[in-house]
């Protein structure tokens, strides 16, 4: 019976976020949404990392920049089993498991062409719900629901 050997492919951090456990294929997705380059801080992206757990995985680091628990808990559209950890002097200061929040404010792009939010100066809101087989996102200012993909997809 042979066994496998995972190594670590990414270098350590000194100081930063580590967001672990992303669905492979997510990770740009989340860099893009989450503007997590446009802090001006150096960004390591591991794709399809092996992982024990998921198969492969994607893994964002993003240094010198510590996400706050309701900005981890955004993430959890896309990585719902997903996991920020918070690190300074290169050890885990605070590990959270993602849960998802009730409401997402100024990410996403309401997909309705007729919602007030695209010719009026406000910020988008979504009311966030899992159902059995996806996330849904309800528009506060149209009250229309789509699918997690729908809207992310439009900004």
């Given at each position: 019976?042979?066994e496998k050997v995972?190594t670590?492919?990414?270098?350590?951090?000194k100081?930063g976020?580590v967001?672990?456990?992303?669905?492979?294929?997510q990770g740009?997705r989340?860099?893009?949404?989450f503007?997590?380059?446009?802090?001006?801080e150096?960004?390591?992206?591991?794709l399809?990392?092996?992982?024990?757990?998921?198969?492969?995985?994607?893994?964002?680091k993003v240094?010198?920049?510590a996400?706050?628990?309701?900005?981890?808990?955004?993430?959890a559209?896309?990585a719902?089993?997903g996991?920020?950890?918070v690190?300074e002097?290169?050890?885990?200061?605070?590990k959270?498991?993602?849960?998802l929040?009730?409401?997402?404010?100024?990410?996403f792009?309401?997909?309705?062409s007729?919602c007030?939010?695209?010719?009026?100066?406000?910020?988008?809101?979504?009311a966030?719900r899992?159902?059995a087989?996806?996330?849904?996102?309800?528009?506060?200012?149209?009250e229309?629901?789509?699918?997690k993909?729908?809207v992310?997809?439009?900004?």
């Amino acid at each position: 019976m042979s066994e496998k050997v995972y190594t670590r492919n990414v270098e350590a951090l000194k100081s930063g976020t580590v967001i672990d456990h992303i669905p492979a294929g997510q990770g740009l997705r989340i860099l893009r949404l989450f503007k997590l380059a446009e802090y001006g801080e150096r960004v390591t992206v591991g794709l399809n990392l092996s992982s024990r757990h998921m198969g492969s995985k994607d893994l964002i680091k993003v240094e010198n920049v510590a996400l706050t628990p309701a900005q981890a808990n955004e993430l959890a559209l896309f990585a719902p089993r997903g996991s920020v950890s918070v690190i300074e002097d290169f050890a885990v200061v605070r590990k959270q498991k993602l849960t998802l929040p009730e409401t997402v404010e100024g990410i996403f792009a309401c997909p309705n062409s007729n919602c007030v939010s695209h010719v009026e100066p406000v910020s988008s809101h979504f009311a966030v719900r899992a159902t059995a087989n996806d996330t849904k996102m309800k528009c506060k200012y149209c009250e229309k629901v789509f699918s997690k993909d729908i809207v992310v997809d439009v900004r």
